[in-house]
Nanobody, 121 residues
């Protein structure tokens, strides 16, 4: 059974940092694109960042503040979030892509349960 488990969410003040991790089990995702999405209350799920063989991709809203990375030996993907803003508050999900590095949810086959990130002003 494939599982993606996110950890690292929490409450942080504006300007602070958090590091999210996403550990995969059940299969190896070293050859798959991996992405992070987020969903704020009453808003649609939105793309945050993705990483794959072709490189990385970031939403404009997080570019320069967030960094996505992966450790294939641990089957884990990370999202380092710096200079956090209240508008970054959301549930963050990691996902494994079907192909490439899509920016749309339908391009991802497996999803974690999400981890809450709350940024206070």
């Amino acid at each position: 059974q494939v599982q993606l488990v996110e950890r690292g969410g929490g409450l942080v003040q504006a300007g602070g940092s958090l590091r999210l991790s996403c550990a995969a089990s059940g299969r190896t995702f070293s050859s798959s694109g991996m992405g992070w999405f987020r969903q704020a209350p009453e808003k649609e799920r939105e793309f945050v960042a993705a990483i794959g063989w072709s490189g990385t991709d970031y939403a404009d809203s997080v570019k320069g503040r967030f960094t996505i990375s992966r450790d294939n030996a641990k089957n884990t993907v990370y999202l380092q979030m710096n200079s956090l803003k209240p508008e970054d508050t959301a549930v963050y999900f990691c996902a494994a892509a079907l192909y490439g590095l899509p920016r749309y949810s339908a391009g991802y086959a497996y999803w974690g349960q999400g981890t809450q990130v709350t940024v206070s002003s």
